[in-house]
């Protein structure tokens, strides 16, 4: 089981960009999720935070622009405006643990679950 990353894409600086993020079998759920961005030659960077509360916290280089969320803690989302070239990253998110009722005596976990990441331009 992984996570998978859509949404990505090439934007003009000011343009918007919604990311999403759910698992690759729909039984499994979270109860928190972080993105993450890494760019060009630079080590990965922690960007938005959904706690298992509904709390949320941002980077403050996104802070104001970015909206981390979900309804129904199967999908995140990571809306993105105002985007700036400075945002050209690849985006991953990330759960410290899913879980699934695999059969009804068994709720399966998986931990520290990461996705391939879903590449943003924007150019200015």
């Known amino acids: 089981v992984q996570l998978v990353e859509s949404g990505g894409g090439s934007v003009q600086a000011g343009g918007s960009l919604r990311l999403s993020c759910t698992a690759n079998?729909?039984?499994?759920?979270?109860?928190?999720m972080e993105w993450h961005r890494q760019q060009p030659g630079k080590p990965r960077e922690f960007v938005a935070g959904l706690s298992s509360v509904g709390s949320t916290n941002y980077a403050e280089a996104v802070k104001g622009r970015f909206t981390i969320s979900t309804s129904d803690k199967k999908t995140a989302f990571l809306q993105m405006n105002n985007l700036k070239p400075d945002d050209t990253a690849v985006y991953f998110c990330h759960a410290d643990h899913l879980y699934g009722l695999v059969s009804p005596s068994f709720d399966n976990r998986i931990y520290d679950v990461w996705g391939q990441g879903t590449q943003v331009t924007v150019s200015s």
């Open positions: 079998d729909d039984i499994y759920s979270f109860n928190a």
